[in-house]
């Protein structure tokens, strides 16, 4: 698949098949994660994947924005103790999330070049999740990702093209 | 649905909905009424799984999930979408109990 195709054929999917998605796939879409760029090359990001039933379950009752059954959620985290030694205040406060969000995005890519659908999760209880997967106080949970095969996807939102880009300098 | 599954699929709701009022505290106003139409929606979900399910609660749990994720793209959506839900609700508000009577007629 393209890259252009991914990056236009991408949808928040909340419904997904009750279908598992194998070992070696969810791999191949961390394997995706770590080719995103990161600040300073700290490459900082932690990520815990899950697919037991009960375990989704409960994070599913720590995460309002998890809608549907996904097969699977990764959960994209940050070693905040690691980012800071890395790249200081900047690293820490600043930095790793946008890592976190490049790492995520390039999941999401890959997962669509492989037919999957999947949704990053912003609304979840950061202490619940940290809680319940067992992490270190320094690993800081981000973003989960669902991610399965879709059953249907939405229609793709409009875009804004006016104002939103401008060369040289900013014409708003 | 024995009652331990019951008390599960409660307890999974519960969560929900006390997770929900934690994190909208941070959120976007209008994922308040968000959350509350999407618990609507599982509650009614929790009740087919017994015999409470109902004509008229399946039919408001269908126009939930037809329209709930308008609040993603249109807050003028969102905002005719649960207006007609409460028109909707409004109608079958005549299958309500009367004092002087039960009337169960609306259960399935």
């Known amino acids: 698949m393209e890259v252009f195709?991914?990056?236009?054929?991408?949808?928040?999917?909340?419904?997904?098949?009750?279908r598992p998605v194998g070992k070696e796939v969810l791999q191949r879409l961390i394997e995706a994660g770590i080719w995103a760029?990161?600040?300073?090359?700290?490459?900082?990001?932690?990520?815990?994947?899950?697919?037991?039933?009960?375990?989704?379950?409960?994070?599913?009752?720590?995460?309002?924005?998890?809608?549907g059954d996904p097969p699977a959620v990764i959960v994209v985290c940050q070693n905040r103790k690691e980012a800071e030694r890395k790249?200081?205040?900047?690293?820490?406060?600043?930095v790793s999330v946008m890592d976190t969000a490049m790492s995520a995005q390039n999941i999401m890519l890959a997962a669509c070049a492989l037919d999957l659908g999947t949704c990053p999760i912003a609304s979840f209880h950061r202490e619940g999740i940290q809680r319940l997967l067992r992490l270190p106080e320094e690993i800081l949970p981000h973003l989960l990702i669902s991610v399965g095969y879709p059953k249907g996807a939405p229609n793709p939102p409009e875009r804004q093209t006016e104002g939103i880009c401008f060369f040289e300098e900013y014409r708003g | 649905m024995d009652r331990k599954a019951l008390e599960e699929n409660a307890f999974e709701l519960v969560s929900y909905m006390v997770v929900s009022a934690r994190n909208l505290l941070?959120?976007?106003?209008?994922?308040?009424p968000f959350r509350l139409v999407d618990a609507a929606s599982r509650l009614v979900e929790n009740l087919n799984k017994t015999d409470l399910g109902s004509e008229r609660l399946e039919k408001i749990k269908t126009q939930i999930e037809a329209?709930?994720?308008?609040?993603?793209?249109?807050?003028?959506?969102?905002?005719?979408?649960?207006?007609?839900?409460?028109?909707?609700l409004i109608e079958d508000m005549r299958w309500c109990a009367k004092p002087d009577g039960a009337r169960d007629d609306y259960l399935l």
Do not use: C
């Not at chain 1, 195709?5 to 009750?18: H, L, Q, T, V, Y």
């Not at chain 2, 941070?26 to 308040?32: A, I, N």
């Not at chain 2, 329209?67 to 909707?88: A, P």
């Open chain 2, 26 to 32: 941070d959120e976007p106003p209008r994922y308040g």
């Open chain 1, 5 to 18: 195709e991914a990056i236009r054929g991408r949808r928040s999917i909340r419904n997904f098949e009750d």
């Open chain 1, 87 to 94: 790249g200081g205040r900047l690293g820490v406060e600043l």
């Open chain 2, 67 to 88: 329209g709930k994720y308008s609040v993603m793209t249109s807050e003028e959506e969102f905002h005719e979408f649960l207006d007609s839900l409460v028109s909707s």
């Open chain 1, 37 to 67: 760029p990161s600040g300073g090359n700290a490459q900082t990001w932690r990520f815990i994947v899950v697919t037991e039933k009960h375990m989704l379950n409960k994070i599913k009752m720590l995460s309002p924005g998890l809608l």
